[in-house]
């Protein structure tokens, strides 16, 4: 506890020093504590949502209940809303859920993030239509360890083998975008392959059809992009950083992550106050974030987006619903027990 006392101290102390510094110290500083490599944020949130689940969504025998909690979250929490002011963010996977308003590639990347801390197997997939243009982004996890993902070296950054259809349709399809998990109608989960020979079963994943051909997106040529890490991946830094998450006072984080959008300098005034509401937003501090939500005026450029949020929450259709009320869009009834 002394050590972490020790941490803490001197990591204030360079951070506070940081404010006096010039711009490029301070936009490091903040790159730094939304970076991937410490997967603060993340973490954080995952722990958060974790605390808030009756079961441990850490445990292997839970891994398939859990991606269902997490798919949910992402939907709910990120997902693109009908407005056209706020463009969408080319970043990290943190600043991408601090910013909200975020398209498939982007909720795709915050899943397999989030789904890290599950040590879950993920890639990020582009669907093709038949003019080979990429309509559509969605994650696959390997849920059986079919596919020999474990044994490629540094696959985060090199997984040009995943682009035959025969070894990414062994896997399992979750889509934040429109809330599709892999299931079946017996409330089976099921891999790709299952999903293409039983087509009718999928009438509502009307999203995933092209050309005129249900389901079209999946059997057209698919690639992954890039894959998520599992723990074993995990650098010195990496594993820290998931440390400090788990034992650090999580008010002390909360401050740190504050501390992090003030002293960016490309953040105007009016962003970092949106930034502000949905970090308690996304950290499940409903109140906070409705009151930070609230003191947005319609001067602040990000007015309307701070109200549709608002509304969410007030609507709750932006918290974090429980295992069991979560809906299966195949069964139109609650979701199994056990998996």
């Not at 970076?35 to 025998?61: A, G, P, Q």
């Not at 915050?110 to 994650?139: K, Q, V």
């Not at 599709?180 to 392959?193: E, G, L, R, T, V």
Request: with cysteine.
């Amino acid at each position: 506890m002394k050590k972490i006392n020790i941490f803490m101290f001197t990591m204030f102390a360079v951070l506070l020093l940081s404010t006096l510094m010039l711009d490029y110290p301070k936009k490091f500083i903040s790159r730094l504590i939304f970076s991937h490599e410490l997967s603060l944020l993340t973490h954080s949130v995952f722990y958060k949502i974790n605390n808030e689940t009756y079961f441990d969504m850490k445990k292997k025998e839970n891994q398939k209940k859990s991606l269902i909690v997490l798919n949910n979250y992402v939907y709910d929490f990120f997902k693109l809303p009908e407005l056209t002011k706020l463009s969408h963010i080319d970043d990290g996977a943190s600043w991408k859920m601090l910013h909200g308003s975020i398209a498939c590639d982007g909720l795709t990347d915050i899943l397999l993030r989030l789904a890290e801390n599950t040590n879950t197997r993920g890639a990020m997939i582009f669907l093709y239509n038949n003019d080979n243009i990429s309509p559509h982004t969605l994650s696959f996890f390997d849920l059986n360890d079919s596919i020999g993902l474990d044994d490629t070296v540094d696959l985060s950054h090199s997984i040009n083998h995943l682009e035959n259809n025969s070894e990414l349709n062994k896997m399992y399809l979750f889509d934040p975008s429109y809330n599709y998990f892999p299931i079946n109608k017996k409330s089976q989960f099921i891999n790709i392959n299952y999903m293409l020979k039983n087509k009718i079963e999928f009438s509502s994943y009307e999203k995933l059809d092209s050309d005129y051909i249900k389901l079209r997106l999946l059997q057209n040529h698919k690639q992954a992009f890039i894959a998520n890490r599992v723990y074993d991946e995990y650098s010195m830094i990496n594993k820290l950083s998931l440390t400090f998450v788990k034992v650090l006072p999580k008010n002390f984080l909360n401050l740190l992550f504050k501390f992090g959008i003030f002293i960016n300098p490309e953040l105007d005034d009016d962003y970092k106050k949106l930034l502000y509401a949905r970090l308690e937003h996304i950290l499940l501090n409903y109140e906070d974030a409705k009151v930070n939500y609230s003191k947005i005026t319609p001067k602040n450029s990000y007015y309307d987006y701070a109200q549709y949020w608002y509304e969410k929450i007030n609507t709750s259709q932006s918290v974090l619903k429980k295992y069991e009320d979560i809906f299966s869009p195949l069964t139109s009834s609650i979701l199994p027990k056990n998996l």
